[in-house]
Nanobody
């Protein structure tokens, strides 16, 4: 299986920006990696024990994207297939964006850029994003 590792989290003031990265490690090829449906999910403070993760953004292998209403116009999901890396560019950050962010992928095909976490079978360990007011 491919191992996903997130990075790029940190603390930022409201209105600021961050770019999250999700790198793939293991036996993988860029052409195959590019065919995965992938997404970003977040676990808000107070939900850690329950493991609740909400969909933020997702991307299909052919580039079709889907965004949660709360982040449309502010976040952009994209991939660099040559680097086997998924990104989430987050602009105009709000305190309510504070969460542990996970990237995820499904090796199942066909697939869609689904924002439901149960669609995905590969997960990273998460990277913390904290937005202060």
């Amino acid at each position: 299986q491919v191992q996903l590792v997130e990075s790029g989290g940190g603390s930022v003031q409201a209105g600021g920006s961050l770019r999250l990265s999700c790198a793939a490690f293991g036996y993988t090829y860029s052409s195959y990696y590019s065919s995965y449906c992938m997404g970003w999910f977040r676990q808000a403070p107070g939900k850690e024990r329950a493991g609740v993760r909400g969909g933020v953004a997702a991307i299909e292998g052919d580039g079709i994207t889907n965004y949660a209403d709360s982040v449309k116009g502010r976040f952009t999901i994209y991939k660099d297939n040559a680097k086997n890396t998924l990104y989430l560019q987050m602009n105009s950050l709000k305190p309510e964006d504070t969460a542990l962010y996970y990237c995820a992928a499904t090796t199942n095909r066909p697939c869609a850029p689904n924002l439901g976490p149960y669609v995905y079978n590969l997960w990273g360990q998460g990277t913390q994003v904290t937005v202060s007011s």
